[in-house]
């Protein structure tokens, strides 16, 4: 059942039965909620990219494991190449939404997972390699959404897990029982969560001996007993609820839960790591890695929308030809293409792990990433000089349906004749969604902190950077001792 269309993917999501905390209730169905729709109708997309015959080199792939096509969202990259065409995957679906498509964690977890757990393996005698191959190639032949579980609440930043006055502040193994574990803890910011089949569980720091309870990684199907989901609010969110599509902006968005793990039983053959703390580290670093190569991608996609919404913005103003708006969206594209050279950058000079799968160059991975802190905002800053005040001024869809204020907006809200009102007004409030609505929070919020902050990606460019090799050199080159 390979390759589903985003209507198959869309019945097998509603048929989990998820259900989320949302508002102060539940939600009931969520392929019914307005507030979920748009994140679901979002990940739909990479599923009927892999049938559009114009993208459907890009988006199918054959499986390493079962040989069969599947789709490169479940894809264990086999060559550089494979890694340069999952950043331009992710563009197109990002320039297609402008969201978050939120099916890129389930990816970067599993191409970490499964290094990490052949090198593990090698050390430690376990069999965490073959469980995991058996795991994803049903994965891939299912054709599922995965979301990669990392963050924990980590309570008392100044201390470590087992330092906590409450345990569970890292998820950890709680118990063991014949034939598995119990889990229990949190992870938050759990990017579309209530749209995948399965999660991966995966520690979210460098565990050290003594915090063998927190070094999990392991397999939880989303509507496992003892799974709970907490919606996270968005800026503006409930424009989502709107009933004229025009005050929503984007018909497409991502969406963020808090999920509490409350003892859930994971059996052995879903769990990937337990215990062994030497192996933490690089799960985490590679995972983070991979997902810093991919907001090299997706965050260019955005930028893309953004910047097409921006420069048709200037053409319905009447100001497109002007030297300075010119200027201003040249800027924006330099600094979109900037980013999306770090993503092919770190693409192309990746290499094969020992398992055989490849590895992005992490270097230049962190690079992208520290980019994507900064730039998506000077895009923002941009976008909204060049779109003009109106932008946070706009009177509603309703007011322009309403036969008393609706002739005065149109007559007032008139500017380039070749475009009417309403067009006009529909790419302010695309605009609004990304610069400071709920599409905000994929496209700078996120940019700052998914994926790490950008202190994490400093510490990271710092230890990749071999500065003393630099050193050895200026000594070298003068003579020096
Ligand atoms: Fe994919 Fe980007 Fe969303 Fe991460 S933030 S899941 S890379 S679209
Ligand atoms: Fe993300």
């Known amino acids: 059942m390979a390759l589903k269309t985003g209507k198959q993917y869309l019945e097998s999501v509603a048929d989990l039965k998820l259900e989320a905390h949302m508002l102060g209730r539940k939600s009931g169905d969520l392929g019914e909620h307005g507030l979920v729709q748009p994140s679901q109708k979002a990940v739909a997309f990479t599923f009927d990219a892999a049938h559009d015959p114009a993208t459907r080199d890009l988006f199918c792939v054959e499986s390493s494991l079962c040989k069969a096509e599947i789709n490169r969202f479940t894809h264990l990259h086999q060559s550089a190449e494979d890694l340069v065409n999952k950043v331009k995957m992710q563009r197109y679906c990002g320039a297609g939404t402008a969201c978050c498509f939120q099916r890129c964690v389930g990816l970067d977890a599993a191409n970490a997972i499964y290094s990490t757990t052949f090198e593990c393996d090698q050390k430690h005698g376990t069999d965490y390699h073959q469980r995991f191959k058996d795991y994803w190639s049903w994965i891939q032949q299912n054709d599922l959404v995965v979301d990669g579980a990392m963050t924990d609440p980590k309570g008392d930043r100044g201390k470590r897990p087992k330092d906590q006055v409450d345990p569970d502040l890292f998820l950890r193994v709680k118990e063991r029982r014949p034939g598995g574990v119990v889990i229990s803890g949190a992870k938050l910011h759990q990017t579309g969560m209530l749209n995948s089949h399965e999660i991966l569980v995966m520690p979210t720091l460098t565990m050290r001996p003594g915090e063998e309870a927190w070094a999990v990684c392991c397999a939880v199907p989303t509507n496992a007993e003892g799974v709970r989901y907490i919606y996270g609010r968005q800026a503006s969110d409930t424009r989502k609820l709107e009933a004229d599509p025009l005050d929503v902006g984007n018909p497409f968005g991502g969406q963020e839960v808090m999920t509490v793990f409350e003892d859930v039983f994971v059996p052995d053959e879903r769990v990937f790591l337990d215990g062994e703390v030497d192996f933490s580290g690089t799960l985490v670093e590679r995972f983070a890695s991979y997902h810093r190569q991919s907001y090299g991608g997706c965050k260019v996609g955005v930028g893309d929308a953004l910047i097409g919404a921006t420069a048709l913005i200037a053409q319905m103003n009447g100001v497109a030809g002007a030297s ?36 992005v160059n992490l270097l230049l991975a962190n690079v992208c990433k520290l980019n994507v802190t900064r730039f998506p905002y000077e895009l923002a800053r941009l976008a909204t000089d060049v779109a003009g005040g109106l932008l946070g001024t706009m009177p509603s869809a309703a007011d322009l349906n309403d ?76 003579g020096l001792v």
Do not use: W
């Not at 094969?352 to 490849?358: D, K, Q, S």
């Not at 460019?461 to 000594?475: M, N, P, S, Y």
């Open 324 to 359: 300075h708006i010119k200027d201003k969206i040249v800027e924006m594209i330099h600094l979109n293409e900037t980013i999306f050279s770090c993503g092919i950058a770190c693409s192309a000079t990746g290499e094969a792990t020992a398992a055989g799968n490849y590895l």
């Open 403 to 478: 036969p008393v204020a609706g002739p005065y907006i149109k007559k007032y809200l008139a500017a380039n004749p070749d475009f009417p009102v309403v067009d006009r007004m529909k790419v302010l409030r695309l605009i609004e969604n990304l610069v400071a609505g709920a599409g905000a929070v994929g496209y700078l919020i996120e940019s700052m902190h998914g994926a790490g902050p950008p202190t994490a990606q400093r510490i990271m460019i710092g230890r990749q950077a071999d500065l003393e090799q630099k050193v050895a050199r200026v000594k070298n080159m003068l």
